[in-house]
């Protein structure tokens, strides 16, 4: 059973924790986080159920990515209202490159450049929140602002992760022992731990907004 | 040359940490962008609670100036009038009836000046009202006031197309502007001669106002209390506008006041 518990899950199930107790009773497009951390603490776990069998796990990774794609678009699609174009446009760029990838490579190996295209899509979006954010007249308490966080621990995410998405294939290619340490696991035990951490603090704002 | 796997990962490493400090830096200048915005809307919010304030302050001096003459009128010309009109009916003695028919003439034609009087006055209440739909009018009828009391020779001019103001709050404050003018040059000018030239130019009106007092010493004037030209100044700042005196010992004031003006068409 400790197999099955890593960092990545801990701090993910945190998030899925602080989500139900903050945000289910929102009436907005909020609640879906709930659904979404779910999601994505049950790939983690399936993904580590595989690999603990000997099996191939990266068909679960390429789900998840159509699932991550629709979700952050989403919350972007709420986050962004006045410029839904710009969501479509990104959505069928990731659409686009999703296809082409699955019939280059097949299911069970891990979409690697639909990741690099989807998390640039994912960058785009929070520099533009961020522009819109500082055009608006009215200025916002950034301590207590919900989306400002949520798009905060997305913008750290996705582009500190550029670098061991680009580099996926070479650091798949070459085992933690060679390397005498797993860079991509630790870089991504950090990115998460950012996420997850600025997201359920986001949560917790969105309560503190509502009530 | 060859870069080993261990140098690779270095440098992955290294590049990740940079494209976490990046974000980090764009976010501390939302951060700081958001913190200006805030301080520009405090000052703002700030500004218009001044100016709030001023038009408040602006309005009550208005009525105050409006009620003092009330109160002087009503006293040194309206009452006089009356009291002699009362002590002429007063007077009259019904053993003398030579006398009666002229006397109740008298007192008539005193009543029928103090009816005048009542409805100038009336007129003048009005005016402090009638700024908002027009400030040369109300302009006019303060110095119509003034001339009436024979001290000044008054002209008044107006020049390019009057437009009808769509602030009323900015009229109530120019025209409380032109009253401490006035007030000015009856308190302390010692003049015979009042000049007030109105000239729209477009989008700004230039207020002139001049007498042929005694003049002043602008450096001596800005701090003399009752003067008020620092809460002349003061206003037109406000109002954006652009204040100049032109004045010294001996050969009178030139008072020029140029006022950004939003007109409806």
């Not at chain 2, 120019?174 to 000018?189: C, M, T």
Request: aromatic residues 14%; hydrophobic residues 45%; neutral net charge.
């Amino acid at each position: 059973m400790s197999s099955y518990i890593s960092f990545n899950i801990v701090v993910e199930f945190i998030a899925l924790v602080f989500a139900f107790i903050f945000l289910r009773k929102d009436k907005s497009f909020w609640k879906i986080m709930i659904t979404y951390l779910g999601l994505v603490v049950l790939t983690e776990i399936t993904g580590k159920h595989l690999r603990y069998l000997h099996y191939p796990n990266q068909w679960v990774y390429n789900i998840f990515l159509l699932i991550e794609a629709g979700f952050v678009g989403s919350v972007f699609y709420f986050l962004l209202k006045k410029n839904k174009a710009w969501i479509f446009s990104g959505l069928l760029l990731f659409l686009l490159s999703y296809g082409i990838e699955l019939c280059t490579n097949g299911f069970m190996r891990f979409l690697s450049y639909t990741n690099i295209v989807s998390s640039t899509i994912f960058i785009f979006y929070c520099l533009y929140y961020y522009y819109l954010l500082i055009n608006e007249e009215d200025h916002h308490d950034l301590k207590k602002h919900a989306a400002f966080w949520w798009v905060t621990g997305a913008v750290f995410y996705y582009f500190g992760g550029t670098v061991c998405n680009i580099m996926f294939d070479y650091l798949s290619s070459i085992s933690s022992e060679t390397l005498g340490y797993p860079v991509r696991y630790i870089v991504f035990c950090v990115l998460n731990f950012i996420l997850y951490s600025c997201w359920s603090y986001s949560f917790l704002c969105r309560y503190r907004q509502k009530t | 040359m060859q870069i080993s796997a261990k140098d690779l990962i270095l440098l992955i490493s290294l590049a990740s940490l940079v494209f976490l400090i990046a974000p980090l830096f764009l976010i501390l200048y939302v951060r700081s962008y958001n913190i200006k915005k805030k301080k520009y809307t405090e000052e703002k919010e700030h500004m218009q609670r001044i100016y709030e304030q001023e038009l408040l302050n602006t309005r009550i001096e208005v009525q105050e100036q409006t009620m003092q003459t009330i109160a002087s009128d009503l006293h040194d010309n309206i009452g006089q009038l009356l009291s002699l009109s009362s002590l002429i009916l007063g007077s009259v003695n019904t053993e003398q009836p030579e006398k009666v028919k002229e006397k109740i003439t008298a007192a008539h034609d005193l009543t029928i000046l103090s009816i005048k009087e009542l409805r100038e006055l009336a007129k003048r209440i009005q005016g402090s009202q009638l700024i908002s739909s027009g400030l040369h009018e109300a302009m006019a009828l303060e110095l119509d006031y003034l001339k009436k009391s024979l001290v000044y020779a008054i002209d008044f001019k107006i020049s390019g197309e009057v437009k009808q103001s769509n602030d009323p709050d900015r009229d109530i404050i120019v025209f409380r502007l032109f009253q401490e003018l006035l007030n000015n040059i009856i308190k302390h000018a010692h003049a015979t001669e009042i000049g007030v030239i109105l000239e729209y130019y477009g989008s700004v009106f230039k207020l002139k106002v001049n007498d042929n007092g005694s003049g002043f010493n602008f450096s001596e004037g800005i701090g003399k209390r009752g003067m008020g030209l620092d809460n002349i100044q003061r206003r037109v700042s406000m109002l954006g506008g652009e204040v100049s005196f032109n004045s010294s010992s001996g050969e009178g004031t030139q008072v020029t006041v140029f006022i950004p003006y939003s007109s409806s068409v």
